[in-house]
């Protein structure tokens, strides 16, 4: 028990379900009431802004399409991240494994002159395996060498936005391009139906919320799921119970990675149909899927949700940059305040605030 | 502001007034009193040793002391005057300093730095250029010598303690209690801080040095106070005892009882170690040499003072630590070297010393922790699957049988008490049947109930056929459960005896390093 001021501070060992979810939900708003700060600083009125974005996204259809479009990568990203960090893995760099899929995907619909037919589930496979390459290199630093995985899933990703500025501009360039820095147009075999009207490319979404349930079921009821857990929690004790931490460590980041490679082949095939440079193909999801794994709590099932929090956040931006004629890069003040609410709640959710006025000062 | 009380004197020392005198002081932790009406005098120019096995409530006094923690009764005098230490800023102005047995240093900082550090009285820039040079004076003064421009991650551990020592005496502390301070030195560098503390007795500082060796309450101390659970045994000079004596005080003759059990039979070999070697985490070896072997239906008790190779003997033969040579069979399979699993799988049972940092996984439910090493073998699981109804079977048998007291199966780990944390591993731990069972300090810091059900349960492992061996510093624990006791000291076994025709005061002269003469390495 700790005072301060007039507050008693006492730990809590176990949140219950509620109280995580009310103080997620606190920290957020908080997040919005101090971004409306920075619209008034631009002389927009918070309010008005609000509305406007409300309007543009959650009131209508083809709002909720482009929440949906946005929310598909997150997904992705997000659960395979919620993977990594039950795993204490600290893979930052989803990003990177966006570039890895949406680069390996691009092969196969440009280079690989395969049947029609075969084109688009092997695009995804190899999004997913360049992902899961791209991931299981700092799996490998970390286990054999101790390498920070941090430091190293961060680094990687710079590497791979090179290599995809290197490919745009040079060896795949394409020769229809006019100049641009830009590889050819997929053929139309290589690209995702969508749903009619809007930009919603189905079928990565669909693979998204599978993939949430089959990681669902991974951590809770298999062997993988449950080292994937010792070892997150106590490193000490998966030693002592004999878990490999080799095995474990690149399963888990084969996952993380491979699904952040899904994400980077649906967004080739969904959306833009062509590699491109780095910033145009991706622009963060990597790092919000960051903040929607954390959101989500080490579930799975509730990053598809908190996916879709950033959908509307990222839906949010466009509006923001068409209606108020401001930079679409508030939404990432956004997600910085969100995360830094987010981050900062984690105290609330330990430790439990009692109001009790002050009595004799050297009470025992 | 009062005087202090004439304080009887035990001692055959001189007259002069003590220095710092406890009275009566008692402190309660939940379930168990650390210290119970504790009176201890130090007086100016003595080393003053405090005797006890590990949780006797040594540092816990000397935490009061240095006020760290408030006692619930009892009075603190300081040159004859009463004091109330709320604080260690309190504690150093009443001239008391302290060196925790692990440093309070900041490593990446100088040596003056990290005197600087907190000090009263310094200029807000550049404060440790004004103590590089004190330090230098006091370096000198005291046989110190350190570097006041090192970087204190540079310094080996004796170095390090250097610096923690001179960080006191430079805050002018009188008393100065050292808690275990040879625990992380080299015999070298215990007999360079031994001079170090005789100096300061020539001038006039008194130290109290907290340690459960001992070799070195005969070397460096002038009087001795035994404490055992709390309480005072006794406090004399240290000319006027010997070891043996201290070692019966420390460990209470009066409280040996046995459990009844049956008669040994030795059966096929449940482990057999020989000439097994190995380093600590340091790099330095910790085991020279064990050979030993436990018979199925025995229990062989490993006695010894904390880290002369304990923890390192357990590791090894549970594939947790690699042998630098040498050889462990199990059961009759070579297993020198193999992995924790393959140790686990081949029938070795593992209550380890670390329950909470090793033996569960804290926030995993008590189901999902008692299937822990387990839960890759059927019934637990099929192929990559998990079968949780088998799980939830299992933890409902295991929580009715070992009375693990919990609200239910999918509670987390980390909520039980500490006698249900250990319930919970010996519950997962013996089942199955295990050839061999390793357990390491099972009943440390357990309440009477749980540590009397833990020992029935080795003892049933013992005669359901299974070999024990039993890691414990308690020895009054391995005296009544085990059949033999093997003493280590720095690594090597001094020696076997039965526990049947076993002296305390042979084991704890073996246990201070003497060799015993009827070394039985059977």
């Known amino acids: 028990m700790k005072r301060v001021g007039p507050f008693v501070l006492e730990r809590r060992l176990a949140p219950s379900r509620g109280a995580v979810l009310g103080i997620s939900l606190l920290a957020v708003v908080l997040a919005l009431l101090v971004a409306a700060v920075i619209f008034w600083g631009y002389g927009v009125n918070p309010w008005h802004a609000y509305r406007v974005i409300f309007q543009g996204t959650l009131a209508s259809p083809q709002g909720w399409a482009e929440v949906v479009r946005r929310a598909i990568p997150l997904i992705l990203c997000g659960v395979g991240l919620v993977v990594a960090f039950r795993a204490q893995f600290w893979n930052i760099g989803a990003e990177g494994q966006i570039l890895a899929g949406a680069v390996a995907a691009t092969g196969v619909a440009l280079f690989s002159g395969l049947p029609d037919p075969w084109l688009l589930p092997a695009m995804f496979l190899a999004g997913f395996l360049a992902g899961a390459v791209w991931g299981m290199i700092p799996a490998l630093l970390k286990v054999k060498l ?8 961060l680094m990687l990703n710079y590497v791979m936005m090179y290599i995809v500025e290197w490919l745009v501009h040079g060896p795949w360039k394409g020769p229809t391009a006019r100049g641009f820095a830009y590889s050819d147009l997929f053929p139309r075999a290589a690209r995702l139906p969508l749903i009619p009207g809007t930009r919603v490319h189905w079928i990565t979404l669909v693979v ?4 949430a349930i089959a990681c ?7 062997k993988l799921g449950y080292e994937t857990r010792v ?10 119970a004999g878990i490999d931490f080799l095995k474990v460590t690149l399963w888990v980041m084969l996952i993380s990675g491979g699904l952040a490679g899904l994400a980077g082949a649906g967004e080739m095939a969904g959306v833009h149909y062509r590699l491109r440079s780095p910033a145009h193909i991706s622009m963060g999801y990597g790092y919000t899927a960051i903040i929607v794994a954390w959101l989500a709590r080490g579930s799975p099932l509730a990053a598809v949700v908190t996916a879709l929090l950033f959908g509307l956040i990222f839906a949010a931006g466009d509006v923001i940059k068409v209606a108020l004629a401001m930079p679409f890069q508030v939404t990432d003040v956004f997600n910085g305040l969100i995360l830094f609410f987010l981050i900062g709640s984690e105290l609330l959710m330990y430790w439990h605030i009692r109001w009790a006025p002050k009595r004799a000062a050297s009470e025992g | 502001m009062m005087a202090a009380p004439g304080a009887g004197d035990l001692g055959g020392n001189q007259n002069s007034p003590p220095l710092v005198l406890l009275e009566g002081v008692t402190k309660s932790f939940p379930g168990v009193v650390a210290n119970d009406r504790v009176t201890l005098d130090v007086r100016p120019g003595e080393v003053h040793a405090l ?7 040594k540092t816990t006094l000397m935490n009061i002391l240095y006020g760290l923690y408030r006692p619930d009764a009892g009075e603190i005098y300081v040159k004859g005057r009463k004091v109330v230490i709320r604080s260690p800023r309190d504690a150093i102005a009443c001239g008391i300093g302290m060196v925790h047995q692990h440093f309070k240093l900041v490593y990446p900082h100088t040596v003056a730095e990290n005197v600087a550090l907190g000090l009263q009285g310094t200029p807000f820039f550049g404060p440790a250029r004004v103590v590089e040079r004190g330090l230098r004076e006091l370096g000198e003064r005291y046989n110190l010598p350190v570097d006041p421009k090192a970087r204190v991650w540079q310094l080996s551990a004796g170095e390090q303690q250097r610096v923690e020592i001179l960080k006191a005496l430079y805050r002018g502390a009188d008393v100065l209690i050292l808690d275990e301070p040879t625990s992380v030195l080299t015999p070298q560098e215990t007999g360079e801080l031994f001079k170090v503390l005789a100096r300061m007795k020539e001038e006039g500082h008194a130290v109290v040095f907290i340690t459960h060796k001992l070799d070195e309450v005969m070397e460096a101390a002038d009087r ?12 004399l000079p240290v000319a006027e005892t010997d070891k043996a004596s201290l070692a019966r005080m420390m460990v209470g003759r009066d409280v040996v009882f046995r459990i009844s059990k049956a008669e040994c039979t030795p059966g096929k070999e449940a482990l057999v170690l020989r000439d097994l070697r190995a380093v600590n985490d340091r790099g330095l070896p910790a085991l020279r040499g064990i050979s030993l072997t436990v018979c199925r239906g025995e229990i062989v008790g490993i006695a010894g003072v904390a880290g002369n190779g304990q923890r390192e003997l357990v590791e090894v033969i549970c594939g947790l630590r690699r042998a630098q040579g040498g050889e462990v069979v199990v059961l009759g399979r070579p297993l020198t070297n193999r992995s924790p699993r393959t140790v686990a799988d081949a029938g070795v049972a593992h209550i380890p010393e670390e329950r909470l940092r090793m033996g569960i996984v804290p926030g995993m439910t008590v189901e999902e922790n008692l299937i822990l090493k387990k839960h890759h073998r059927p019934p637990f699981s099929s192929g990559p699957l998990l079968r949780l109804a088998e799980v939830r079977r299992f933890a409902e048998q295991a929580i009715e049988e ?8 999918k509670t987390p780990a980390k909520l039980l008490s500490g006698g249900n944390i250990q319930k919970l591993i010996l519950a997962r731990e013996l089942s199955g049947e295990p050839g061999l069972v390793v357990a390491a300090h099972p009943t440390y810091g357990l309440d009477v109930g749980a540590t009397e059900l833990i020992r029935q349960l080795l003892l049933r492992q013992r005669d359901a056929g299974a070999g024990v061996l039993l890691v414990s510093e308690d020895l009054e624990e391995i005296v009544s459960l085990a059949d033999r006791i093997a003493v280590m ?3 090597e076994i001094m020696g076997i005896v039965e526990a049947s025709a076993a002296e305390l005061g042979e084991i704890g002269l073996m246990m201070a390093g003497t060799r015993s003469g009827m070394g039985d390495p059977r």
């Open chain 2, 224 to 235: 001795v106070t035994v404490m055992r659970r709390g309480k005072v045994i006794d406090t």
């Open chain 1, 231 to 240: 070892v997150g929690q106590s490193q000490d004790a998966a030693r002592y």
């Open chain 1, 146 to 153: 101790r390498v920070n995985d941090v430091i190293s899933t």
């Open chain 2, 51 to 57: 005797l006890g096995e590990n949780g006797a409530g």
């Open chain 2, 489 to 491: 000291f720095r690594g």
């Open chain 2, 402 to 409: 070992y009375e693990i007291i919990t609200p239910s199966p």
């Open chain 1, 216 to 222: 669902a079921f991974l951590l809770s009821r298999t």
């Open chain 1, 208 to 211: 998204g919320v599978a993939m």
